[in-house]
């Protein structure tokens, strides 16, 4: 495959010297680029052009492009120069400016040079196809730190998380048993959520959720950092009142001690994350993987995996442009309601709101009216409802709930023992 790959880069800059007779970067660097975004791909990789890195120094640079892990941890940067260039000169000029020497590959479409932790670890002429493929290989191999502590961090996840489970199972237990204060404050809760979220919830239902909320609250907290708009959701608050009841201090901290580990790690990659978009990818991923640890079974039969942002975007475009062919208005148009019937982490609502986000006045109105989700499962029900929020007050600049999430409860269709639910919302044609 990497030989196929660096045959049609070949061929693909031959092409495009002759037909430009240039070697001008902006103009030959298109046969490199589509080699590497090929590489990527077939290693589940992103390539993104012109991604902004904070150097050191706190300035912003722009590499050329920038492989991304789904994390959206980067791991590793290229630079494209002109064949005429002094490819070393350049190379050092990059680095006085603060581009990163962990994982950066230089090239002129003739010569080639591999940095790593700082030092050079290779370098090839571009026409040499077992050469390029090793240096190409020793690139795309490499792994960051960052990335390294998150797949140990997941594994410890893994072993340490039945044990955490079973201590905060039995300490709500004793809550519900002794603590007369929890009891009220559960019950309020029970009451809340049933008239908010869905008639047919239950006490288990609200453990459950307790847990949940309990276990990530700290992903919340750091993937979306611009103030406490995850203490103000309606759900998130009655939550941490619930959860101050029982579970503060030093027992918090006891408690959730083995799973320190999982949470660095997630902070750590959470820092690097610069843009809402990245946000959206970054707290899917989290969440899938949390949720196939914390609930395998369920996992499993919910079908826990989810529509890569790049198509959801695609299914908005499309359903828009259909929406004016077909009824002569624009999906952002009153009188347009829009469903999400399985809205997962809330990615389509997001990306419906960012779609919409050049017309403020008509967003505004559509997000408070029109626009319309469901989801069976309380954990994803729970990061929606924080991950639409969230990107409604990126966009517009506030915070306002959104009041049409619903949760509707699974039936267990092999049981024939369906759970009831009602929806509260009215849809107007």
Known sequence: ???????????????????????????????????LHNWSRSRN???VTEHPVQTP???????DGTVL???????????????????????????????????????NSADAVLYQNRREVMRCSMTDTEQLGALLDLFFEYEPEAIKDFRK?????KTDLPAVLDALRGKIDTAYNDNKSFTKAAAHFLEHVKSTVNPALQEADVREMLI????????????FNEGDFHRENNIAKELYALERE???????????????????????NAAQITGHGEKQTFLKV?????????????????????????????????????????????????????????????????ELIEHFAGQPAKLAQKYKEELHANEVAILPYYVANLNIEATYAAVSGQFMELNRLLMMLQVDFRKNQPRTFECNTTFQD
């Open 1 to 35: 495959m990497s030989q196929l790959l660096i045959n049609a880069f070949h061929t693909e800059l031959a092409r495009i010297q002759r037909m430009t007779g240039s070697t001008n970067e902006q103009t030959i660097r298109e046969a490199f680029k589509r080699l």
């Open 45 to 47: 990789l992103d390539l």
């Open 57 to 63: 120094q706190g300035k912003t640079v722009y590499p």
């Open 69 to 107: 892990y789904e994390l959206r941890v980067p791991l590793g940067y290229w630079e494209a120069k002109d064949t005429k260039d002094d490819l070393d000169a350049e190379i050092e000029d990059k680095f006085r400016k603060g581009y990163p020497q962990d994982n950066i590959l230089f090239e």
């Open 153 to 157: 961090a997941v594994e410890t996840f």
């Open 212 to 223: 949940q909320h309990i276990l990530t609250e700290e992903i919340f907290s750091h993937v």
């Open 246 to 268: 029982f579970f503060t201090g030093a027992t918090k901290r006891e408690t959730l001690a083995a799973l320190n580990p999982y949470y660095a790690a997630i902070r750590a």
């Open 286 to 350: 989290i969440y899938e993987n949390f949720y196939k640890v914390y609930n395998p079974k369920a996992a499993d039969r919910l079908g826990v995996v989810y529509t890569p942002n790049e198509i959801v975007r695609f299914m908005i475009e499309g359903a828009d442009w259909l929406c004016h062919k077909h009824f002569g208005k624009s999906m952002i148009e009153p009188g347009v309601d829009i469903l999400d019937p399985a809205t997962g982490t809330g990615t389509f609502i997001c």
